[in-house]
C-alpha cells in the first residue's frame, strides 16, 4: 500500500507563490519518478512538472509554467515540492501529485495519485 499526502495549496493573489508538498510512504521499494499534473474546472488534467529520483535529478516542465515553478525532491523522506511563483488566475486548478514507484525490485512499476490539492489564483 502507499499513501501520498498532499499540502500547500489555497487561495492567492496574482503574482504571488505557493509551494506544495507530497510526500510518499508505505510499502515503497523505489520511486522512478515524482510529479505534479493539474486539472481546472473542464479541462483535461495535464503535466506542470515532473522529476526523476534516481541518479541525477531531471526534472521536466510545462511550457505553460516554465520559468516560473520549480520541481525538487527529498530522496530520503520521498517528498516532492513544486514552487510555484508568479501565478496566474489561470493556474487555478486542483493540483495532483503522482509517483511512479515499485514495491519490490522484480514488480512492475505504476503510477499512484494523490487526491489533489486545490489551488486557486484569484483577487
Known amino acids: 500500500q502507499v499513501q501520498l499526502v498532499e499540502s500547500g495549496g489555497g487561495l492567492v493573489q496574482p503574482g504571488g507563490s505557493l509551494t506544495l508538498s507530497c510526500a510518499a510512504s508505505g510499502s515503497i521499494f523505489s520511486i522512478y519518478t515524482m510529479g505534479w499534473y493539474r486539472q481546472a474546472p473542464g479541462k483535461q488534467r495535464e503535466l506542470v512538472a515532473v522529476i526523476t529520483s534516481g541518479g541525477t535529478p531531471t526534472p521536466t516542465y510545462a511550457d505553460s509554467v516554465k520559468g516560473r515553478v520549480t520541481i525538487s525532491k527529498d530522496n530520503a523522506r520521498n517528498t516532492v515540492y513544486l514552487q510555484m511563483n508568479s501565478l496566474k488566475p489561470e493556474d487555478t486548478a486542483v493540483y495532483y501529485c503522482?509517483?511512479?514507484?515499485?514495491?519490490?525490485?522484480?514488480?512492475?512499476?505504476?503510477?499512484?495519485w494523490g487526491q489533489g490539492t486545490q489551488v486557486t489564483v484569484s483577487s
Open positions: 503522482k509517483i511512479k514507484w515499485r514495491a519490490r525490485i522484480t514488480s512492475r512499476w505504476e503510477d499512484y
